[in-house]
């Protein structure tokens, strides 16, 4: 009986079904484009590291926004039970169940349209955290607004740590605050877009400042930076051929906390994040591949300690 089970680690926010098209370019305004591939899947971020972890047999729990009394509520429902994620999924017949769509292209880029509707999202406040008892991690999306301030809270009680999906929520000094200030680690980009943007060290030690305690910077086809008050990590990437980017900065937090629940080395943590994400971009879908085959490939990755007082000064 799942009342007798614990999560190790637990989600929190919004969730909703997915669609993933994959093309090889997004067409013009007023044309078509061919679908190269299709997939579907449980999202949102919170979603995906709960189902992602049961890949990987880490018993994962999930408190999320009701859903509708519809057939894409129910059948939210019916795949987090056969995945084994805990928690209940709550009904509510007063909204029909929100749809996201993600179209990714060939450059691993992707173009998402999603509903996010204020009264579902209300749901978060009333959703029960006792969940969160007993886990050995909280996992949080920036994008759900206040909402997660009292789930973030519950575990800062319980002296639970709480991984943050901060992305480049950074840029606005009251969420870096507020939100980075009651995480332990903070997964941010540069901007908003992931182009050139901001200097990723520059973000991490503001990241640092506020409180948090480890700071991973995805860097998209450049990699990532992992950044701590005692040291700093330039980690490179494997060669693919990016064919559906759609939760790739998702499966590079639910690789990092896998290794992080092993009590691995934090080198060995951010090689396997970054390969098991680098893995996902070139396939469509949402399925993380063995962990010994991702262990195996992040061997091969270069990673580059960087001075601390040159990344200060830089």
Sequence with gaps: MDQFRVAEVVSFGMLTPVEILVVDRLPEHNTGA???????????????VACLLR??????GLIGTAVGDDYRGRNIAHRLKALGVLGKVRRNKNFRTPLEVDISDATGARTYFWQRDPEVLDTLDTADLSLIKGARLLYVDWYDGDHILRAMDEAIRLEIPVFLNLE????????????????TICQAVTDAAQKDGSDPLKVAYKLLDVGVKIVLITLASEGALIVTPDMALRVGVIPIKAVDGCGAGATFATGFIYGYLHGWPLEAVARFATVAAGLKVAQVGLKVDPVDRI????????????????????
């Design 295 to 314: 262990q195996a490939m992040a061997a091969t990755v270069d990673v580059q300690p960087i001075e601390l007082k040159a990344a200060v000064e830089s």
């Design 34 to 48: 061919f679908i190269r591939g299709a997939s579907d899947f449980i999202f949102d971020d919170a979603a995906i």
């Design 168 to 183: 480049h929520g950074h840029e606005n000094p009251d969420i870096l605050r507020r939100y980075a200030g009651r995480a």
């Design 55 to 60: 890949q990987w047999d880490v018993q994962s």
